[in-house]
């Protein structure tokens, strides 16, 4: 069994981006929806209650457009809406959470000093803490809120390198990096910050996100319920996003090609 229906991918704006890339690199064959909701970001900065309230309009339109599986491409609206759209609907929801697991591992039972660069709404639900507790005891783990770098990615100023390392360090120079064996980015929006985030970190700290992991996770999904793309169908990706201007409309764009 085989399906030709999309994948329905959101995020609070821009960074799920990163997400549809690891998608269109990993399933090539995939249809993909995406929504951003540039109108409403940050949501990093709301209330749970507001989370959930435009995750589940947004889930309800892409079961409208008839979506086979939806990825929650946003670590905030996944710690405070996925039980619940869960719940409402029957298809696949894939959400995302901080890669701390991996980040964990790569001491092979050794103890890590592991930085989480995240919005403050993910480090704050239950769900993260969940999370932090499973692993707290035998690793030293920091949350570090990081809710300017969405708004520059937001605001169309990846480039602007000064503005960004000014931010890194006011974020970063607390700490002392090199006894830091990983940094965690937990919010989509960060990845497009990579090659800042390595100029700033030494060598010998890695940089984790979890991108390819959620990706490997709905293939499995995908694959166990018979609705993987035939391999013979041509992938593509679709953008849509609350906020219409042409702006964000060439931001997407050129982040999708990035």
Do not use: W
């Amino acid at each position: 069994m085989v399906s030709r229906a999309a994948i329905g991918v959101f995020d609070s704006g821009l960074g799920g981006l990163s997400v549809v890339r690891q998608l269109r690199h990993d399933l090539p064959n995939e249809r993909v929806l995406y929504f951003g909701d540039s109108a409403n970001a940050p949501y990093g900065r709301k209330t749970p209650e507001q989370v959930r309230e435009l995750s589940f309009g947004i889930v309800e339109r892409f079961v409208r457009q008839g979506v086979k599986a939806v990825v929650i491409a946003c670590n905030t609206a996944t710690s405070a809406a996925v039980d619940a759209l869960r719940e409402a609907y029957d298809i696949p929801i894939i959400g995302m959470e901080p890669a701390l697991k991996p980040a964990c591992d790569r001491g092979h039972g050794t103890a890590q000093r592991i930085i989480v660069a995240a919005t403050p709404l993910t480090l704050h639900e239950p769900k993260f803490k969940r999370l932090m507790t499973r692993f707290s005891d035998q690793h030293t783990i920091f949350s570090q809120p990081c809710p300017d770098l969405v708004e520059i990615l937001e605001h169309g100023q990846l480039e602007d390198r000064d503005r960004v390392m000014r931010t890194l360090h006011g974020y970063l120079d607390q700490y002392d990096l090199d006894a830091i064996d990983s940094v965690v980015l937990g919010c989509t929006h960060f990845p497009f910050f990579r090659s800042y985030f390595r100029e700033l970190l030494p060598e010998t700290t890695a940089i984790i996100d979890g991108n390819a992991g959620t990706v490997r996770h709905l293939q499995v999904v995908l694959e166990s319920l018979g609705k993987l793309a035939p391999e013979d169908a041509t992938g593509s990706a679709e953008l849509h996003n609350s906020d219409p201007s042409e702006r964000v409309a060439a931001l997407e764009r050129s982040l999708l090609e990035r």
